[in-house]
């Protein structure tokens, strides 16, 4: 329905601000790359000015063509998630394009949408990769894309498991691969699931996301516990103090950050909190480098 577009009686032109003057130029810009033809419409004949016509735009979006004008003059208005997305559609933008879009409407980005079979940019794989911490790379649901060689001797190495095994929560709850004593696991996975609640309320619409829920409720009596607190967390994780194997006790902490341009993907570093734990990652790095070494001088020149 047209009428739905509208949530409120637009305001008027005058005193725009300069980012409405902006959302103007920009959709003016879109219109006019395009030519009918592009979009399967009639070419109209002894045309002045070339591109797609405002009535156009309206038609192939599902809005009125008063409506979809306020729009373009960058009238104050609230738009619904759903006609932006048609717009979007309408204008073929890309993902950065509609991203910019969302935000010179609603001053936001748009909702996060899950991936089925998201891949790791290599650009992001390569960054990684060279970071002298542990790190590694998730998306939104917590499955384990990326991850260095820092981070496979102190944490986990995910090249020995299944790309549906490699999921962090699912590995915390139910086989830790280090020990700890019981009051630091539960502060540790009390944090872990505080952030991991902001993630599920923006990507929760993801089957796999609800069924990895659902399972973790039925079988760890730990995150039915601890999932049913109101706890809340939207910055980095935190401090993580554990015992390894090989290098005793150790303490990192873990500070996390969304690449631009991959709303979706967080990059997770661990940074060394205490001196032994430097201490580790610096013979741990030697190491690396001296196999490093040791590779190239067997590969043939």
């Known amino acids: 329905m047209q009428q739905s577009a509208l949530k409120s009686r637009p305001g008027k032109v005058a005193g725009r601000l300069p980012l409405d003057r902006q959302r103007a130029d920009f959709l003016r810009s879109c219109r006019s790359r395009l030519q009918p033809s592009d979009l399967g419409l009639p070419s109209p004949q002894r045309r002045r000015t070339t591109g797609l016509r405002r009535e156009d735009v309206a038609a192939l979006s599902g809005v009125s063509v008063a409506w979809y004008t306020w729009l373009e003059q960058g009238r104050e208005m609230r738009v619904s998630d759903e006609v932006l997305e048609r717009i979007c559609q309408t204008f073929r933008l890309a993902d950065d394009e509609r991203m910019y879009l969302f935000q010179l409407v609603q001053g936001r980005p748009p909702r996060i949408s899950y991936e089925e079979g998201q891949a790791l940019p290599d650009e992001v794989a390569r960054m990684v990769a060279a970071m002298p911490w542990p790190a590694i790379v998730t998306n939104l649901r917590w499955d384990v894309l990326g991850w ?28 830790p691969p280090y020990q700890v004593d019981d009051a630091a696991a539960e502060s540790f996975l009390r944090r872990i699931l505080a952030k991991l609640r902001v993630d599920y309320g923006a990507f929760g619409d993801d089957p796999k996301f609800q069924a990895m829920i659902e399972d973790l409720e039925a079988n760890s009596p730990m995150f039915r516990r601890l999932w049913r607190s109101p706890d809340i967390h939207v910055g980095s994780i935190g401090l993580n103090r554990f015992r390894h194997a090989r290098y005793g006790e150790l303490a990192f902490e873990h500070v996390s950050c969304v690449p631009d341009g991959h709303p979706t993907l967080r990059i997770v570093m661990c940074r060394p909190h205490d001196e032994r734990s430097r201490q580790v990652i610096d013979e741990i790095n030697s190491e690396i480098r001296a ?3 040791e590779d190239a001088q067997l590969t043939p020149g």
Do not use: C, E, G, V
Request: proline letters at 3%; zero cysteines; a positive charge.
């Open 291 to 293: 196999a490093r070494r």
């Open 148 to 175: 260095n060689r820092l981070n496979a001797q102190l944490y986990r190495d995910y090249s020995t498991m299944t790309p549906q095994q490699r999921n962090l929560i699912q590995i915390l709850f139910r086989n």
